[in-house]
């Protein structure tokens, strides 16, 4: 199974860590990014949308690393982390989207124009992460873990970009449940560290 990778990509380190979570051995293939090589042939014909990560497993393509949580989770994973029930599938999503939208156009956007240069409002996404940020705070100040009580793909999801987000000018100092739920994270058991 191989992962074309970013190393400091938060998406492909969700794909990273949850594979070190549940001890899968992935080939991890490192695609020079800063030449292009993923708008070029062979990477855009098997990801037209020139992102990364994409994960290959057989004849099986997947890309976006939300989508890859949720294969990796249902195939190898096991119901610890992605159950069997509607509800739980429910919480979970529910996460991952706000992984792909809320985090991805705050603490992820700020990260991206301060380490490497990126176009990108950086005052818009500084703004979204002041809303976005106290939620999420909000809901860990409740709940050891985003999703049905334990940890989850959610977790995988979410962690990333908001662990970075220091990298982007965000303090998290102000968010106390949020520094806390990092820190459940950076214990369990195959935690891989942060790129």
Same mark, same amino acid.
């Given at each position: 199974?191989?992962?074309?990778?970013?190393?400091?990509?938060?998406?492909?380190?969700?794909?990273?860590?949850?594979?070190?979570?549940?001890?899968?051995?992935?080939?991890?293939?490192?695609?020079?990014?800063?030449?292009?090589?993923?708008?070029?042939?062979?990477?855009?014909?098997?990801?037209?949308?020139?992102?990364?990560?994409?994960?290959?497993?057989?004849?099986?393509?997947?890309?976006?690393?939300?989508?890859?949580?949720?294969? &990796?989770?249902?195939?190898? /994973?096991?119901?610890?982390?992605? +159950? $069997?029930?509607?509800?739980?599938? *429910?919480? @979970?999503?529910?996460?991952?989207?706000?992984?792909?939208?809320?985090?991805?156009?705050?603490?992820?956007?700020?990260? &991206?124009?301060?380490?490497? /240069?990126?176009?990108?409002?950086? +005052? $818009?996404?500084?703004?979204?992460? *002041?809303? @976005?940020?106290?939620?999420?705070?909000a809901h860990l100040a409740q709940h050891?873990?985003?999703?049905?009580?334990?940890?989850?793909?959610?977790?995988?999801?979410?962690?990333?970009?908001?662990?970075?987000?220091?990298?982007?000018?965000?303090?998290?100092?102000?968010?106390?449940?949020?520094?806390?739920?990092?820190?459940?994270?950076?214990?369990?058991?195959?935690?891989?560290?942060?790129?």
């Amino acid at each position: 199974m191989k992962l074309y990778d970013l190393e400091p990509s938060g998406n492909c380190y969700k794909v990273r860590l949850f594979a070190s979570l549940i001890n899968l051995d992935l080939e991890l293939v490192a695609v020079d990014f800063v030449n292009g090589e993923h708008k070029k042939t062979p990477l855009l014909d098997i990801n037209p949308l020139g992102q990364l990560p994409v994960l290959q497993d057989g004849p099986l393509v997947l890309r976006d690393s939300q989508a890859i949580l949720v294969y &990796l989770a249902g195939t190898y /994973g096991g119901l610890a982390w992605w +159950p $069997a029930h509607p509800q739980g599938q *429910a919480e @979970i999503m529910q996460w991952l989207s706000f992984a792909g939208n809320e985090v991805e156009h705050s603490v992820c956007a700020a990260r &991206l124009v301060t380490q490497f /240069g990126n176009d990108l409002d950086k +005052p $818009a996404a500084l703004a979204r992460a *002041a809303v @976005i940020l106290p939620i999420l705070d909000a809901h860990l100040a409740q709940h050891d873990w985003l999703a049905i009580g334990r940890p989850t793909i959610a977790d995988c999801a979410v962690y990333p970009y908001v662990a970075l987000a220091p990298e982007g000018d965000v303090d998290l100092t102000p968010y106390r449940h949020i520094a806390q739920w990092l820190k459940r994270v950076e214990v369990l058991p195959g935690y891989l560290a942060k790129p």
